[in-house]
C-alpha cells in the first residue's frame, strides 16, 4: 500500500496517536494492511495486522445494522412506541412525550428528544464495577448519575446520543432475549468470519496481548487502559 502525499508517521506524532492499522478495500475484500507504533504508550508491544482497538462509536453502526435485519425479520417496528416492545426498562412519559412517542426511528437518527447528562458515558473503566444497561439508563451507574429522559419533544432537535443508543441496544435484547453481544456475534461477527472482534465488556489476560489501549489526546494512557 502506497500513501501518496501524507507522512503517517508526522501525523501521528502531531495528533497524538501511539498506535495505527490501516486497511485498504478493494472490490469488497481487504487488499493492503499496513501498521504503526505501538498499542501502549512506552511500551514494547506493536501494532500488527491481529491487534484489536476499540471500536467506540462504531458500535453505533452496527448496531444499526442489527435493528435494521430485526426489523426485516418483523421482531421490530420503526415507527411505533418504543415502550411497546421495551420489557426491562422503558421511557419515562412526562410532558414532552405527550404528542409524540420515541420510535426507533427517532433512536436511530438521534431526534429522540433525548439529551446525554453532561458528564456521562466516559471512558469505560475494566478496573471497576460494570453496570447493567438499565442501571446506565436509570442514572444508577459511574458512567450515567442522571436518569434518562425525554428532554424536547422528538424530532423536534438532534441531539447526538449514546443514551438514544442504549436504549437501542436494551430493545434489541429485549425482543430477542439475549444479550447484545450474543446477538451481534450471530448477526455480524460469525457471518463475516470477523474472529478477532468482540463486544463483551471483558477481557481475558490471553486477550490482552493484542488489545491496544486506550489513551487520551495528548497521548497520555487513561485509567484502566
Same mark, same amino acid.
Given at each position: ?16 496517536? &501511539? $498506535?495505527?492499522?490501516? !486497511? ?7 487488499? !493492503? ?21 476499540? !471500536? =467506540? ?9 442489527? !435493528? ?7 421482531? %421490530? ?6 415502550? +411497546? ?24 437518527? *438521534?431526534?429522540? $428528544? ?29 458512567? =450515567? ?13 438532534? *441531539? ?10 436494551? %430493545? ?37 496481548? &493484542?488489545?491496544? =489501549? ?5 497521548? +497520555? ?5
Amino acid at each position: 500500500m502506497k500513501l501518496k502525499n501524507i507522512k503517517i508517521e508526522e501525523r501521528m506524532e502531531h495528533y497524538n496517536v &501511539n $498506535g495505527l492499522s490501516i !486497511a485498504l478495500f478493494e472490490g469488497g475484500q481487504i487488499s !493492503a494492511t499496513e501498521n504503526y507504533g505501538l498499542l501502549e504508550v512506552n511500551g514494547d508491544r506493536k501494532v500488527n495486522d491481529d491487534s484489536i482497538f476499540s !471500536a =467506540c462509536s462504531i458500535s453505533k453502526f452496527l448496531t444499526g445494522i442489527i !435493528a435494521i435485519k430485526l426489523l426485516e425479520e418483523e421482531h %421490530l417496528d420503526l415507527d411505533e412506541n418504543v415502550n +411497546e416492545r421495551l420489557v426491562t426498562w422503558k421511557v419515562p412519559e412526562n410532558e414532552y412525550t405527550k404528542n409524540k412517542k420515541v420510535t426507533l426511528r427517532n433512536l436511530l437518527s *438521534h431526534q429522540s $428528544g433525548i439529551k446525554d447528562p453532561e458528564g456521562s458515558f466516559l471512558e469505560l473503566n475494566s478496573d471497576i464495577y460494570f453496570p447493567s444497561m438499565v442501571e446506565l439508563l436509570e442514572g444508577n451507574s459511574h458512567y =450515567c448519575k442522571v436518569p434518562i429522559e425525554v428532554q424536547f419533544e422528538p424530532e423536534s432537535e438532534f *441531539h447526538y446520543s449514546d443514551a438514544g443508543y442504549c436504549i437501542i441496544q436494551q %430493545l434489541i435484547e429485549d425482543v430477542t432475549k439475549k444479550q447484545f453481544y450474543q446477538v451481534v456475534n450471530e448477526f455480524i461477527f460469525e457471518p463475516l468470519g470477523m474472529k478477532n472482534s468482540q463486544l463483551n465488556t471483558t477481557m481475558s489476560e490471553v486477550d490482552r496481548d &493484542n488489545f491496544s =489501549c486506550g489513551h487520551n489526546k495528548n497521548g +497520555e494512557i487513561v485509567d484502566g487502559k
